[in-house]
């Protein structure tokens, strides 16, 4: 195939041990990555209708990890990798969830020859798997178990052939020759052991932390899938990828650099730092694992998170990170309320209450609870975690279900203790950027997607208000409607024109539609695009026309955005959500809900005006919470009394195919 796609995915069976292909072709009309991976979990796990879907770590979980058709292609922040399959982070039930890692891996499976892989089964023994351009092998991991995730790589490095750094030497690879190393994506101690805060590994530290699906790699015995091509991909039209580059190098602050960064491939944005492992690049929420006036030992803290392969995001410890004072708080945060929920605020919680410690109601054995801020405390965290041993076994469950365990989970969870969100997963920009916090409850996992953020901040030029009007013209196909961009929250204008409003709606629908197809498909990074304030929509469709030589409009790829999205909602109807399921965690309606607004706060209209508002003080009305539902419900196309898709939704999506397997399961939405 031409036009970015390499025209073939790979089929992996552990259970059976074959090897097999699928053709893209057939799921070409998804865009790529994520599209493409939802509609194959859909026929392969959903579709036969052969389990109930309620357990991650089932074999018939099917793991697809695609890249989309811009990767390996020279269009920058474009070679990203989405996993997607059933969650064993969520809570209380397994959601399907998906999470995307940038790094070289999705590259170089491009440069391989393969639109992805999708891991089906489970072995019988551990395992990893070997790719090598069009060579697919299932290989032993006896000697890899146990390893960490950087030792991993050294030795899957040597057993291919390869060379641990870049452009030293040529070398003979399969039938071509190189000076690149094969990209691995992994597990570490943890993802072993099933626990739900692991992370997929790849590199020095680029992890896919949402999901857990590090646990789903545990529970099929699969320690890695290493992968290194030395192939080329055909694009439509290498001109126009060129004067599209230029183009966008041509905006002042498109490409930031810093001294001593590191960047994703393609990417030209420099924003990652730097690690010791072959010259890779962490994340930041990694690097701010531990915040020391030591940065010696911030940074053991991080390369120790990624070597044991933990979620530094399930496993968040910015307990104070934006922290402010919010008048009519709980008296449990003592004046502070984090901004970062998950394990580190909820142990700090119970360790300020006299709660945790040895010998105390909750043990904390192994966990040296005096050294809490220091290095040793971090590596006896990840120690105790991966090992199960102590308070590690109930920790390397999640929050919740820790909580669940100590039989604190509804006093905690009731009280605002438990800061999750929805679904029982690490919030992240909750509010007052409610497009975000709305996008936890529809299931859209973390939905990390700053594009609204500066935009809607206080404009360089002009009047707030000629600077939504501007904005609004760029939302396509949602045009000229100013009032999605209002966060309003309290009296009738938060029912009229705000958060609870038909406009809010909008901006939330936007935003999935956008993220389905262009951040999650076409694997743009969203810290890269989408630029409301000045290139997008015209940046991104140059891109793909000169990559696919599609002629797809900007409304028409966000209408692919919606199909990927109903698909996703389907899928997600299949293993259980309704509407009566959709609910924040009740924290998110007290004082002290809201995060920490940058960019100069979020624009609220009040009294025939607009203004920049921090909005410290936000928190969410359950009434108006259930009537943004029923609106966002109605623009959907989704039925009123339990959020489904109707027929004439699927059909008009292109979706017809779908109808029967949620007709016969009685879970079809009522036209």
Not at 339 to 352: F, I, R
Request: with cysteine; aromatic share 12%; glycine share 12%.
């Amino acid at each position: 195939m031409t036009g970015g796609y390499t025209g073939k995915i790979i089929r992996v069976n552990l259970t059976t041990k074959e090897v097999g292909t699928i053709d893209t072709a057939k799921y070409e009309e998804f865009g790529g990555g994520y599209g493409m991976g939802t509609a194959i979990f859909w026929d392969l796990a959903v579709s036969p209708g052969e389990w109930d879907m309620k357990d991650a770590y089932d074999p018939r979980n099917v793991l697809p990890i695609m890249v989309g058709p811009l990767a390996a292609t020279g269009v920058p922040g474009a070679g990203r990798t989405s996993v997607c399959s059933l969650s064993p982070e969520t809570f209380p039930t397994c959601e399907f969830w998906r999470g995307n890692l940038g790094g070289r891996f999705g590259t170089m499976m491009k440069l391989a020859g393969w639109d992805g892989v999708v891991v089906e089964g489970k072995a019988d023994k551990p395992v990893w798997i070997n790719i090598i351009n069009d060579q697919v092998k299932i290989e032993d991991a006896k000697e890899l178990w146990g390893l960490d995730t950087w030792e991993t790589q050294n030795r899957i490095t040597s057993m291919v052939g390869g060379k641990t750094r870049y452009g030293e030497e040529w070398y003979e690879i399969g039938s071509g020759s190189t000076t690149a190393r094969p990209e691995i994506l992994l597990i570490g101690p943890i993802g072993e052991t099933k626990s739900r805060l692991a992370a997929l590994i790849t590199g020095s530290g680029v992890s896919a932390r949402i999901g857990g699906h590090a646990a789903v790699f545990g529970s099929k015995n699969l320690k890695a899938i290493s992968v290194i091509g030395t192939n080329s991909i055909q694009v439509s039209d290498p001109k126009g990828i060129l004067e599209a580059r230029l183009h966008q190098m041509q905006s002042p602050g498109s490409f930031p650099t810093q001294p001593g960064a590191a960047s994703c491939m393609p990417c030209l944005k420099g924003d990652r730092r730097r690690s010791n492992y072959y010259g890779g690049e962490t994340m930041c929420a990694c690097q701010g694992w531990l915040s020391s006036h030591k940065m010696s030992d911030s940074d053991r803290a991080a390369e120790a998170l990624i070597k044991y392969g933990l979620s530094s995001w399930s496993a968040h410890f910015h307990v104070d990170m934006f922290s402010q004072n919010i008048p009519g708080a709980p008296a449990l945060f003592r004046g502070k309320v984090p901004t970062d929920s998950g394990l580190g605020w909820y142990l700090q919680y119970l360790k300020q209450e006299g709660l945790l410690g040895p010998g105390k109601e909750i043990d904390s054995d192994p966990l040296p609870m005096d050294q809490w801020g220091e290095l040793s405390f971090r590596q006896a965290l990840l120690d105790a975690v991966a090992n199960r041993t102590g308070i590690g076994d109930a920790l390397a469950e999640g929050c919740c279900r820790a909580a669940e365990k100590w039989g604190r989970l509804e006093k905690d969870r009731d009280s605002g203790a438990l800061r999750l969100t929805a679904w029982g997963a690490t919030a992240h920009w909750t509010m007052p950027w409610v497009e975000w916090a709305y996008a936890y409850i529809l299931g859209a996992g973390d939905p990390a997607w700053h594009g609204f953020m500066a935009p809607v901040g206080k404009p360089s030029e002009g009047t707030l208000e000629q600077s939504l009007e501007k904005l609004s013209k760029r939302t396509i196909p949602y045009t000229d409607d100013i009032f999605m961009f209002n966060y309003a929250w309290k009296g009738e204008e938060a029912w009229k024109t705000g958060i609870y409003s038909p406009h809010k709606a909008k901006q939330v629908a936007w935003s999935r539609h956008y993220s389905s197809f262009w951040n999650e498909s076409m694997a743009f990074c969203e810290m890269f695009l989408p630029e409301l304030g000045s290139h997008s929509p015209e940046m991104e469709t140059m891109y793909y026309k000169a990559v696919t030589g599609k002629d797809d409009s900007f409304a028409g790829t966000m209408r692919i955005g919606q199909k990927i999205w109903t698909l996703e909602r389907a899928i997600r109807v299949m293993h259980g959500r309704s509407r009566q399921t959709e609910d924040f965690f009740p924290y998110m309606y007290m004082p002290g809900a809201s995060g920490f607004a940058i960019y100069g706060g979020v624009p609220v209209y009040e009294k025939g005006k607009w203004r920049s508002d921090l909005a410290p003080d936000m928190y969410l009305d359950r009434k108006g919470v259930d009537d943004f539902k029923t609106h966002f419900y109605a623009l959907e196309g989704w039925d009123k009394e339990h959020g489904w898709p109707t027929r004439k939704t699927l059909e008009d999506l292109g979706l017809g195919r779908m109808v029967k397997t949620l007709r016969d399961s009685g879970k079809l939405g009522a036209a």
